[in-house]
């Protein structure tokens, strides 16, 4: 059982910054695709980010790219979501996911992810 706790959300104006950390409990975190993602009410969960095991490779949406950046520290168990440039429609309930196993989905399909942090909720005022 992997266990993830997003922290650091909150209410941002916008073009301000903010960065969510996620602790993760898993022992074999360095063996773990590690990913963002993000629900607006009445929407789906939209991909925002992902990172490759070593932090070697990142992934981003266009929605998101050249603002957002992720990061890991796997001697912290830990991954990052710096967000800067920050619109009202980034406002979204952020959610830190992980990959476990092979699955051969696509980095951004949401099913690829098997474990998932609660939810922190960003808020961007215009």
Do not use: H
Request: hydrophobic fraction near 30%; charge should be positive.
């Amino acid at each position: 059982q992997v266990q993830l706790v997003e922290s650091g959300g909150g209410l941002v104006q916008a073009g301000g910054s903010l960065r969510l950390s996620c602790a993760a409990s898993g022992r074999t975190f360095s063996s773990y695709t590690m990913g963002w993602f993000r629900q607006a009410p009445g929407k789906e969960r939209e991909f925002v980010a992902a990172i490759s095991r070593s932090g070697g490779s990142t992934y981003y949406p266009d929605s998101v790219k050249g603002r957002f950046t992720i990061s890991r520290d796997n001697a912290k168990n830990t991954v990052y979501l710096q967000m800067n440039s920050l619109k009202p429609e980034d406002t979204a309930v952020y959610y830190c996911a992980a990959d476990t196993v092979t699955s051969g989905l696509r980095i951004g399909n949401s099913r690829r992810y098997d474990y998932w942090g609660q939810g922190i909720q960003i808020t961007v005022s215009s």
